[in-house]
């Protein structure tokens, strides 16, 4: 099984800052097959981003996925108050899905 | 607009059964595959079942392998995940999701709709 680790376990960062996220996989994982995906408290997770770089519909463009490989990486590119959250990347190999632990992006 | 919402959530008896349902609307449901996500109080996100657009393949995490199954009636849009030999690590909150995928295409592979969850309670 593909365990995946992300860091860091907590950014704290300001409106308006860059926020990278890393998920690093245990196992080569297919770009196809990895995504990231943003939560709020109280709320259901919601697709960002799948295939590694293709934004989910309706996201926008402040939200960049990269990486192939072991190492991928979410990039937020300017912070705005609504994307204070917790982020989990996401892969799929031999008919399993896995979760990354999430990373928490709080205000700094 | 998709709408998936669950129901049957509760709090049970270790070593009890619950049934979850998800009722679907606002796109084919017969045309996606679907999973069931669980996240316990205060946790990360797990994986725990996945059943083909046409109910043919059923996936399951290692954790419930045995004790839950997965089903789905594409003629009333509902998907449903039976839990038996529930034991406390299953509480949760239990979401229903739709797989991007249409039909037996391969790539890419992501939840793109969530429901808003049910909660399980596994306590005596």
């Known amino acids: 099984e593909i365990v995946l680790t992300q860091s860091p376990g907590t950014l704290s960062l300001s409106p308006g800052e860059r926020a990278t996220l890393s998920c690093r996989a245990s196992q080569s994982v297919s770009s196809s097959y990895l995504a990231w995906y943003q939560q709020k408290p109280g709320q259901a997770p919601r697709l960002l981003i799948y295939g590694a770089s293709s934004r989910a519909t309706g996201i926008p463009d402040r939200f960049s996925g990269s990486g192939s490989g072991t190492d991928f990486t979410l990039t937020i590119s300017r912070l705005e108050p609504e994307d204070f959250a917790v982020y989990y990347c996401q892969q799929y190999g031999s008919s399993i899905f896995t979760f990354g632990p999430g990373t928490k992006v709080d205000i700094k | 607009q998709v709408q998936l919402v669950e129901s049957g959530g509760g709090v049970v008896q270790p070593g009890g059964s619950l049934r979850l349902s998800c009722a679907a609307s606002?796109?084919?449901?017969?045309?996606?595959?679907m999973h069931w996500v669980r996240q316990a109080p205060g946790k990360g996100l797990e994986w725990v079942a996945f059943i083909r657009y046409d109910g043919s393949n059923k996936y399951y995490a290692d954790s419930v392998k045995g004790r839950f199954t997965i089903s789905r009636d594409n003629s009333k849009n509902t998907l449903y995940l039976q839990m038996n030999s529930l034991r406390a690590e299953d509480t949760a909150v239990y979401y229903c999701a739709k797989d991007i995928r249409y039909f037996d295409v391969v790539v890419p592979a992501a939840f793109d709709y969530w429901g808003q969850g049910t909660l399980v309670t596994v306590s005596s």
């Open positions: 606002g796109f084919t449901f017969s045309s996606y595959g």
